[in-house]
């Protein structure tokens, strides 16, 4: 694949709309890396690198990791031998200068492939899904009573299928919780969103709630 025929994606969507389970798919069939914030953050910080530890700066006191400093992290690891067919970005751009510092890295402005991908589901989608995960404390699998129900139940009370430790309700998946997030979200999105309509690199997925039919559209978009 030459350089300019790299495919750039970043998935984009609300809190459960299964970017996880999508980043994986097109990791799959694309052949291109999935890059999170968080990951290569925890690695520089571990790594003990000079940019990890100018994070660490800002983390250790729970700020926020300035921008040119996050940009920096994925200029470094795109330069990476395994991001030559392109990178799979996963929770970056978070704001409309993030964006806009990502369009003047080189690695993406030689690319002519961009594709800003958003998941868009009904905040009642979004409430339904993750209310009803379940989370097992002790060997950390994770349930969810519509489509990944536990064989055990007693009262209301539900049992590990691998350790038969009582499964939980994380402080994330509690209601009020959710519409926090939610709020959060839409209120950061807008913006961003508008910036990749106008650049005419946003694509839209409404309307489908299973994986397969995602990543149907997915693949349609993606060349």
């Known amino acids: 694949m030459s350089n300019v025929d790299k495919i750039i994606t ?8 299964g970017k996880g389970t999508q980043a994986k798919l097109i990791v799959d069939k694309y052949n291109i890396p999935h ?9 520089a910080i571990d790594g003990n690198s000079e ?9 250790h ?30 929770g970056f751009p978070r704001n409309v200068e ?25 905040d009642e989608e979004v409430i339904k899904r993750l209310s009803n995960r379940r989370y097992c404390p002790n060997c950390k699998s994770i349930y969810n009573l519509i489509n990944k129900i536990p064989k055990k139940k007693v009262n209301e009370n539900y049992f590990c ?9 994380r402080d994330d998946d509690k209601i ?5 997030r939610l709020n959060i979200y839409n209120k950061s999105a807008e913006s961003l969103f508008n910036f990749y309509k106008k650049n005419s690199t946003l694509h839209i997925i409404n309307n489908c709630f299973t994986p397969e039919s995602v990543f149907n559209k997915i693949s349609k978009i993606i060349k």
């Open 61 to 90: 006191k729970g700020e926020l990791v300035p921008d040119n400093i996050i940009i920096d992290l994925i200029k470094d690891r795109v330069a990476q031998h395994d991001c030559e067919n392109g990178v799979l970005l996963d």
């Open 161 to 169: 299928d691998n350790c038969g430790t009582k499964l939980i309700i």
């Open 35 to 43: 890059i999170s914030t968080g990951d290569i953050l925890r690695d």
């Open 98 to 122: 993030q964006a806009r510092m990502l369009q003047n890295m080189e690695y993406v402005k030689k690319s002519k492939y961009l594709y800003a991908i958003l998941i868009n589901i009904p």
């Open 10 to 17: 970043i998935l984009f969507g609300p809190p459960g709309a």
């Open 51 to 59: 940019l990890g530890q100018k994070a660490n700066l800002f983390m």
């Open 176 to 180: 009020e919780t959710i519409k926090n």
